[in-house]
């Protein structure tokens, strides 16, 4: 199985300010047939599901604000929140959907600093 | 709009069989797969498993292999996950996920999610 290690396990972050969280794929993640990476990031509110705000590693989902991107490739990748706003508290988590069984990350809860 | 909709909370004894349903609506439900994922209390997202509807291929996480069943009902746009004999270490809420496919080119995140059931297992 691929195993996905986020870092840190939490982050407390000043509102306005970057926010930064680190995952990175035991096996290499990128398919190089359509130079696609097959990860994908989450944001989890408390009490309610998981919402997608990132797939193929970069490409933000409809909707989502253009303050959250996502980066990397192989097996190291980052989500970016450029501008802490009070409703990205949440807990985050990358997922690799490269090889079954596909993986999620432990997650990183992000609090306001 | 796509929508999953999942049956309500329920609470069961040790060794009894339950099983759960998610209802797709909003998009062809057979064309694109549903994964289940579980959230034990306090914890993460743990990746079970996945189906397609259209013709019923199953994907299980070794971790989930033979503790739990997938099924699904193409013509009532509804994927189940069932247990035979709960245990109380199945407590925990579980949410179906629609893994989009276009043009036959499925990926494997979820765009979609329901809002979760859950599950109590105590005797």
């Known amino acids: 199985d691929i195993v996905m290690t986020q870092s840190p396990d939490s982050l407390a972050v000043s509102l306005g300010e970057r926010a930064t969280i680190n995952c990175k794929s035991s096996q290499n993640i990128l398919y190089t047939s359509n130079n696609k990476n097959y990860l994908a990031w989450y944001q989890q509110k408390p009490g309610q599901p998981p919402k997608v705000l990132i797939y193929?590693?970069?490409t933000r989902e409809s909707g989502v604000p253009d303050r959250f991107s996502g980066s990397g490739s192989g097996t190291d990748f980052t989500l970016t929140i450029s501008s802490l706003q009070a409703e990205d508290l949440a807990v985050y988590y990358c997922?690799?959907?490269?090889?079954?069984?596909?993986?999620f990350g432990q997650g990183t809860k992000l609090e306001i600093k | 709009e796509v929508h999953l909709v999942q049956s309500g909370a329920v609470v069961k004894k040790p060794g009894e069989s339950l099983k759960i349903s998610c209802e797709g609506s909003?998009?062809?439900?057979?064309?694109?797969?549903i994964g289940w994922v579980r959230q034990m209390p306090g914890k993460g997202l743990e990746w079970m498993g996945i189906i397609y509807p259209g013709d019923s291929d199953i994907r299980y996480s070794p971790s989930f292999q033979g503790q739990v069943t997938f099924s699904a009902d193409k013509s009532i746009s509804t994927a189940y996950l069932q247990w035979s004999s709960l245990k109380s270490s199945d407590t925990a809420v579980y949410y179906c996920?629609?893994?989009?496919?276009?043009?036959?080119?499925?990926?494997?995140?979820?765009?979609?999610w329901g809002q979760g059931t859950r599950v109590t297992v105590s005797s």
């Open positions: 996920a629609r893994s989009p496919c276009s043009g036959g080119i499925c990926s494997g995140n979820f765009d979609f």
């Open positions: 193929w590693a970069s």
């Open positions: 997922h690799q959907y490269f090889n079954t069984p596909y993986t």
């Open positions: 909003g998009y062809k439900f057979s064309s694109n797969w």
